[in-house]
């Protein structure tokens, strides 16, 4: 469960590089795409960036008992 939430985390990281790398292509001037503001591209990739690690963090301290969860038994290693 913890190697899923690991590839999301990762997943979310990958799309906010691609977000931030596409509101770099089309500020540069590149046509992308009619529909993409560059500024909610970067605010998108800001927030994906920096929350991703963050949940997983969470999901590890929940995973492994150390936060307590009602009705969760922690993974015993």
């Known amino acids: 469960m913890l190697a899923g939430g690991s590839v999301v985390a990762l997943s979310d990281i990958a799309f906010g590089l ?32 920096v929350f991703a690690p963050i949940m997983w963090l969470i999901f590890f301290l929940i995973s492994s008992g150390i936060i307590p969860a009602g009705g ?6």
């Open 72 to 77: 969760i038994d922690p993974i015993q290693f």
């Open 18 to 49: 691609y977000y931030r790398s596409l509101a770099d292509r089309v500020e540069s001037g590149e046509k992308v795409a009619t529909s993409i503001d560059p500024a909610s591209a970067r605010r998108i990739a800001t927030m994906m960036i």
